[in-house]
């Protein structure tokens, strides 16, 4: 069965302390893992996909990585827009569903 | 595009009454998703369907019952709603084995 796990639960940073929130996961063969951003009180809106070990992918102040066990969402001097739960995913064989880990809430004071 | 619509937007049932929440998508995606969110437990996956006439069940599927006459709708339905599924509802849709897009979500509480 597949498992993803995040880590922390929470994090608080200072407006431009820079950090990194983990996703471990445990799967029969990766096929694809994806990265989510949440907001209280809206849907999970789509980040990131990686797909192979040593993949990068850049989004203003955002940058995922993936190795074979686990995928890194580094936050370079972030902003208090950037507070949210994030979220990453792994499809299964059949590609016709997603296990989520439980989500990192980050908190970013000015 | 719209995207991913979802309606409604609020419920508050009572215990034994039933509803449908609908979902659209003009992305002419294949797969649609229906999840629950609820505090501590992340998203779980209600039902889903691979295309249309297709339903199938996912992590938490009691209680509820879908249907996708057409490819851009994805129906939930409550029968007999029970307290237990207060809950925030979000529905999804995707290419095959590609991201997933997630409407705004359903709030529902059942007294």
């Known amino acids: 069965e597949d498992q993803v796990t995040q880590s922390p639960e929470a994090l608080r940073l200072q407006e431009g302390e820079s950090s990194s929130l983990n996703c471990s996961y445990t799967v029969s063969g990766l096929r694809g893992l994806f990265w989510y951003r949440q907001d209280p009180g809206k849907g999970p809106e789509f980040l990131f996909t990686?797909?192979?070990a040593g993949e990068e992918k850049e989004k203003e102040r955002l940058k995922a990585t993936l190795t074979k066990k686990e995928s890194f969402l580094h936050i370079t001097a972030p902003k208090p827009e950037d507070s949210a739960t994030y979220l990453c995913a792994v499809p299964n064989n059949a590609g016709n569903m997603l296990t989520f880990g439980g989500g990192t809430r980050l908190m970013v004071k000015p | 595009n719209a995207g991913v619509t979802q309606t409604p937007k609020f419920r508050v049932l009572k215990t034994g009454q039933s509803m449908t929440l609908l979902c659209a998508q003009d992305?002419?995606?294949?797969?649609m998703y229906w999840y629950r969110q609820d505090p501590g437990m992340g998203l779980r996956l209600i039902h889903y369907s691979v295309g249309e006439g297709t339903t199938a069940k996912g992590e938490v599927p009691d209680g509820y019952n879908v249907s996708r006459l057409k490819k851009q709708n994805f129906l939930l339905g409550l029968e007999s709603a029970a307290p237990s599924q207060t809950s925030v509802y979000f529905c999804?849709?995707?290419?095959?084995?590609?991201?997933?897009?997630f409407g705004p979500g359903t709030r529902l509480t059942v007294l």
């Open positions: 999804a849709s995707s290419y095959p084995r590609n991201e997933q897009f």
């Open positions: 992305m002419n995606h294949e797969y």
């Open positions: 990686l797909y192979s």
